[in-house]
């Protein structure tokens, strides 16, 4: 959450990477200048608290430092002394440093790719960052803070790096910044920083555009400026968004890329980038598309609490006895307790309207008083995410006081080429178990059979990439899923399907089953062995399901023996959706009776094993606003009296892809619109999204003796397979949204 203090001297930097970016926001000091206070400041390359897009929103007024107040000796030089190649643009979704803000007010922050020898201020070396190939010659190091210095990039002239083709490729892009919250809007966009030249050249120049069909925003020549001096270098121009939002890039160049014009670069193959050194501080970007700038002192997002008694000390109000009051007139906005911790409830203005063209807001005055002083500060409420996921305290340490394990889904680009880790520190940092979204379903696993051999051909890259990280990472790991009548490859589809003889089938099923929990065993902690057998009308999918075709309902029971066959200690699952309703939850319950009371009355059974087969039902929970809290409630209850002849043991359950979307059903689906762009989400509909959320978890904790997992379907909205629905806690660029607030709400607070 953003707070705009008391009288601020502001001082706005930027750490530039080359590839990627940290950007920092607005450091404001007060009347008084005692004791040395720590801020924590978050940065990242795609979004999130104290990323450009949020400093753009609420420090419209600041300006960079002025040209000439500090000498090039002043800054300490981080930068590359060659260019690695293979950097790329990505770069963890946020970082935090702690950083001390002066008496003098100066504000210090280092976290650049740098060269060993401009390490300094004994640097801390980050071993392991997502999405940078590292080179023998960088590391990277995270300084906390360094005197009075402050940071600046060094760009030199690297040996044999030609200019790309594109000079908006992201290898050579200071900033690479989305566009998306603008698009088909038209803003104007205004850059200004401070260069200092070490030599004049001509073919030195920066440049601005946007998107990937290049129209230049600002192309300026450096030509002119003068050598061995801070110049401050500014250009501003209106444009229009694409309707895909594009993206805005910053960068130098040369001045063969027709910098001093034109509307398209003409690369020279032939020039090295860039070919003088040069420095770059102090850059500063705004965005701006008319919107009116709050004037609030905080600014909270509606279900967020804040505690205002920092603020209150720095205003002069004593500590002791003081009141704290709203103003009746705005009563809904918010609550104010007692001891001054104000919570956005609720918004006023464009409810109605679209998220995407806008959020809604909402505005109120806290007064506090004590010793004969008062101060008064006002408050906007908002539908907008306001605080970075990797600012908030990990979720995981709320969620596993009442659910042992807290989950959500991975890619393979979470985790490390190696397979020595997750590197989505955001995935780390808030859960302990992992599914792998795609990775581990048949048509990722296995590719071919042969029909003579019986051989089935298997693809483990990306699936061993997943679960090797997670495993790694100290994560329990959800194999998902074995068999279902989706997302097979062609051989199940088309040789099972054609396989003369129930017997002949399942051998080939139990052979797959066999060779796959095996290959991963040990590191497994829930299978999905069957996923979705049934249909909504609670039958069996007869002609959809390859191994039903063939094998007839017996392959359930073939499948999950085969299953605990080859590893003994995973927790076998049955998962579905729709699970809500009551005749699809009937049908699953009486095929899970089934299977276990067959399994433990099998002949051979040791008289003391009462182990059940299927030891766990998945409900996967992808639901609309249609869906009430009450028909998940009346599915637990049901769960919660399974009972097994020959066994005391109860079934567990999981809610295994919690994902919400904002608006009923038939909304939803008639959207023809895609991703986050296309989305038709009121505001409205994300403060009903946030009430659903709260409303289900308050469900799922009435049954914490059966519940074991909660995972959520996606971290972020834009990620999501329904994206067009906002369905997740956090938005596209990894802020809170208020259903965070009320899901984590719902939880006690950490002793």
């Not at 959706?577 to 699953?588: C, P, W």
Request: net charge negative.
């Amino acid at each position: 959450m953003k707070m705009k203090r008391f009288k601020p001297i502001c001082i706005l930097l930027a750490a530039i990477l080359i590839g990627s970016f940290s950007f920092l926001g607005c450091i404001e000091e007060g009347d008084k200048k005692e004791e040395v206070k720590t801020y924590t400041v978050k940065f990242s390359a795609n979004g999130g608290e104290g990323t450009m897009s949020d400093v753009i929103r609420s420090v419209n007024d600041n300006k960079a430092l002025p040209a000439n107040t500090f000498t090039k000796d002043d800054y300490i030089f981080t930068g590359w002394n060659t260019l690695p190649s293979g950097s790329g643009t990505s770069f963890p979704d946020e970082v935090k440093a702690n950083i001390s803000a002066k008496n003098s007010g100066t504000v210090i922050l280092f976290a650049q790719w740098m060269s060993e020898e401009a390490a300094s201020a004994e640097p801390v070396e980050v071993s392991s960052m997502s999405g940078f190939t590292k080179t023998s010659n960088t590391t990277l190091f995270l300084h906390p803070s360094y005197e009075n210095k402050f940071n600046v990039v060094r760009v030199i002239s690297p040996p044999a790096i030609n200019p790309p083709s594109d000079p908006n490729q992201s290898d050579y892009a200071y900033i690479t910044q989305s566009l998306s919250a603008y698009a088909n809007k038209t803003v104007t966009i205004s850059i200004s920083m401070n260069v200092w030249l070490v030599e004049k050249s001509a073919a030195i120049a920066w440049q601005a555009s946007l998107g990937s069909t290049y129209p230049f925003i600002t192309n300026k020549s450096l030509a002119n400026l003068e050598a061995d001096k801070w110049t401050k270098v500014e250009g501003s121009e209106k444009v229009t968004v694409p309707s895909g939002g594009g993206t805005l890039y910053i960068s130098t160049g040369h001045s063969s890329w027709n910098a001093t014009g034109g509307d398209k670069p003409s690369p020279n193959p032939n020039a090295v980038w860039p070919v003088k050194e040069m420095y770059i501080a102090d850059l500063f970007v705004k965005i701006d598309d008319g919107s009116p700038v709050s004037t609030a002192d905080v600014i909270l997002t509606v279900g967020s609490t804040m505690d205002l008694n920092e603020m209150a000390a720095a205003y002069g109000i004593p500590e002791t006895n003081r009141t704290w009051e709203k103003d009746p007139s705005w009563a809904p906005q918010i609550d104010v307790s007692s001891v001054g911790l104000v919570t956005a409830k609720s918004v006023s203005v464009n409810g109605g309207g679209q998220y995407r063209n806008g959020a809604a807001t909402g505005t109120a005055t806290v007064k506090v008083s004590s010793g004969g002083k008062s101060k008064s500060f006002v408050v906007q409420t908002t539908t907008a995410g306001q605080e970075g996921i990797l600012s908030l305290p990990p979720m995981k340490d709320r969620v596993t006081q009442k659910f042992p394990l807290f989950g959500n889904i991975a890619t393979r680009s979470d985790a490390s080429v190696s397979g020595t880790g997750i590197t989505n520190t955001a995935l780390t940092r808030h859960f302990n178990a992992l599914t792998s979204e795609n990775d581990m379903k048949p048509d990722a696993i296995t590719s071919a059979r042969n029909t003579t051999s019986g051989e089935i051909t298997y693809t483990y890259t990306n699936a061993d990439r997943f679960v090797n990280s997670a495993f790694a990472s100290g994560m329990n790991v959800i194999g998902h899923t074995l068999l279902w009548h989706s997302q097979n490859p062609a051989w199940i589809t088309e040789q099972i399907t054609s396989t003369t003889g129930a017997p002949a089938a399942t051998t080939i099923m139990k052979k797959y089953i066999t060779d796959v929990v095996t290959h991963f065993k040990g590191k497994i902690h829930t299978w999905d062995v069957l996923n979705e057998v049934f249909t909504d009308a609670g039958g069996y999918r007869t002609t959809e399901n390859p191994w039903y075709i063939a094998i007839g309902k017996d392959f359930i029971y073939e499948g999950y023996l085969a299953a605990r066959l080859a590893d003994p200690d995973a927790i076998l699952y049955y998962n579905d959706y729709n699970t809500d309703s009551a005749v699809k939850a009937d049908a699953i319950i009486a095929m899970v009776k089934e299977v276990n009371e067959k399994y433990l009355s099998r002949s051979g059974k040791d008289s003391g094993d009462d182990r059940l087969l299927i030891e766990g039902i998945g409900m996967q929970e992808h639901h609309n606003q249609g869906i009430a809290a009450a028909s998940i409630r009346a599915t637990l209850n049901k769960l919660r009296a399974l009972s097994f002849e020959g066994s005391a043991r109860k079934i567990k359950v999981s809610v295994s892809e919690l994902d919400v979307i904002a608006q009923p059903w038939n909304g939803y689906s008639s959207n023809t619109g895609t991703g986050v762009a296309g989305s038709t989400v009121t505001n409205d509909g994300l403060i009903t999204q946030a009430d659903n959320y709260e409303s289900y978890m308050k469900v799922y904790l009435d049954f914490t003796d059966i519940i074991e997992r909660i995972s959520i379907w996606g971290v972020r909205d834009d990620l999501s397979w329904r994206a067009k629905g906002l369905p997740l806690l956090f938005d596209q660029y990894s802020r809170a949204k208020p259903a965070y607030y009320k899901f984590i709400g719902t939880l006690p607070a950490l002793p």
